[in-house]
């Protein structure tokens, strides 16, 4: 099975810096990775897909790149609203693992 | 706008079983996958299973193989999870999550229910 893994588990930083996450998978998944936010008591939503697409309605300063065995997670200026946890997702084979979540609070 | 509503959540002992439903509404439901996703108190997310459209294709993760069912009613846009056998392990908050594409199940999930909480205890 396909392993995923995030770092940093946990981010602190402060509102107007710019925060990196990065996910790495153990095999080749090309670009099927997709991002996700989660704030407590609420379900995941979805903010990147294919690796660098961003979904309708998410904020631009959201962005995704990589391909392969690594990708990166870039929130160019963290709102307030974005101090949450978030977890990459690999769609390369029907076991949709997901990695362990990094969490981003505040500094 | 999309609606997903799960229930069926609930306490069961070890061994036992239950049975998770989610309602939708706010789009074609036949025309798109469906997956069930868990969360463990204060864990990470966890895929659990996926439909097709059709429900002509399933997919389990291996800690549900054997034990959970997926299904789906198109006809009342309902989807179905069957847990057997159920263990400690098994306690999570379950989410219904409809998938972004199309029938097949790609496991990207664009919208979310609010999920149900299933505990496993004796």
């Known amino acids: 099975d396909i392993k995923m893994t995030q770092s940093p588990s946990t981010l602190s930083a402060s509102v107007g810096d710019r925060v990196s996450i990065t996910c790495r998978a153990s095999?080749?998944?090309?670009?099927?990775l997709a991002w996700y936010q989660q704030k407590p008591g609420k379900a995941p939503k979805l903010l990147i897909y294919k690796a660098s697409s961003l979904e309708s309605g998410v904020p631009s300063r959201f962005s995704g790149s990589g391909s392969g065995t690594e990708f990166t997670l870039t929130i160019s200026s963290l709102q307030p609203d974005d101090f949450a946890t978030y977890y990459c997702q690999q769609y390369n084979s029907h076991s949709f693992i997901f990695g362990p979540g990094t969490k981003v609070d505040i500094k | 706008e999309v609606q997903l509503l799960e229930s069926g959540g609930g306490l069961v002992q070890p061994g036992g079983s239950l049975r998770l439903s989610c309602a939708a509404s706010g789009f074609t439901f036949n025309n798109y996958a469906m997956n069930w996703v868990r969360q463990a108190p204060g864990k990470g997310l966890e895929w659990v299973s996926g439909?097709?459209?059709?429900?002509?294709?399933?997919y389990y993760a291996d800690s549900a193989k054997g034990r959970f069912t997926i299904s789906r009613d198109n006809s009342k846009k309902m989807l179905y999870l069957q847990m057997n056998s159920l263990g400690a392990e098994d306690t999570a908050v379950y989410y219904c999550a409809k998938d972004s594409v199309d029938t097949m199940v790609r496991g990207v999930t664009d919208y979310w229910g609010q999920g149900t909480l299933v505990i496993v205890s004796s």
């Open positions: 439909i097709s459209g059709t429900g002509g294709s399933i």
């Open positions: 095999q080749s998944i090309s670009s099927w």
